[in-house]
C-alpha cells in the first residue's frame, strides 16, 4: 500500500483552498487574485480566505459591493478581493476553516459543502440586488452603515 492510501487529512493551507475553491466554483463563483467573485448586473460578492495570525485556521470574508454606490463602478480586481470591506460584510468562523483540531479529508469536505449550501450561498444570493438589500434591512436581517444606506437610498429614487 502506498503512503497516499494512509493519507486521511488535508495538511496545507494550499490543498485546502483548492478544495474551497472547486466548491466554490461549483456553486457559481470565479476565482481571481486569491478569493472567489459572483457578480450580478447590481452586485458584486467577493469570497476570501484570511489567515489567522492567531492559529491554524482560516476565516471567511464575505463582501458584497453595490454597484454605484459612492459613484463607483465595481470589477473583480486584485484590490476589491483584498480590500477589507465592502458595501455589507460577514465573516464567518467555523471548524470546517481550522486545522488545529485535524478532520478528515471527507468530514471537511461534507462540511464545506453544507455551509455553502446553508449558509454562504442563502446569504450572498439575498444580496445581489439593491431591492433584496433594502428589504432585508428594514427587516433587520442586515444591519447596514448609515452611509451605505443613505447611498442605496439616493441610487434607488
Request: aromatic content about 12%; overall charge positive; hydrophobic content about 40%.
Amino acid at each position: 500500500m502506498s503512503l497516499i492510501n494512509f493519507r486521511k487529512f488535508i495538511v496545507n493551507s494550499k490543498e485546502f483552498k483548492s478544495l474551497f475553491g472547486s466548491i466554490a466554483k461549483e456553486n457559481g463563483f470565479l476565482q481571481a487574485f486569491g478569493g472567489w467573485y459572483k457578480e450580478s448586473s447590481e452586485c458584486i460578492a467577493i469570497l476570501e480566505l484570511q489567515k489567522s495570525k492567531y492559529g491554524d485556521y482560516y476565516m471567511l470574508n464575505i463582501k458584497i459591493f453595490i454597484q454605484g454606490a459612492f459613484d463607483r463602478s465595481y470589477s473583480p480586481t486584485k484590490e476589491l478581493i483584498k480590500s477589507p470591506m465592502g458595501s455589507i460584510g460577514k465573516q464567518i468562523m467555523d471548524d470546517v476553516f481550522s486545522f488545529d483540531k485535524p478532520m478528515p479529508d471527507e468530514l471537511r469536505k461534507e462540511r464545506l459543502k453544507e455551509l455553502f449550501n446553508n449558509n454562504i450561498i442563502p446569504y450572498v444570493s439575498n444580496l445581489m440586488t439593491k431591492a433584496n438589500i433594502i428589504d432585508l434591512e428594514r427587516k433587520g436581517e442586515i444591519v447596514l452603515l448609515s452611509s451605505v444606506k443613505k447611498e442605496l437610498e439616493k441610487l434607488m429614487n
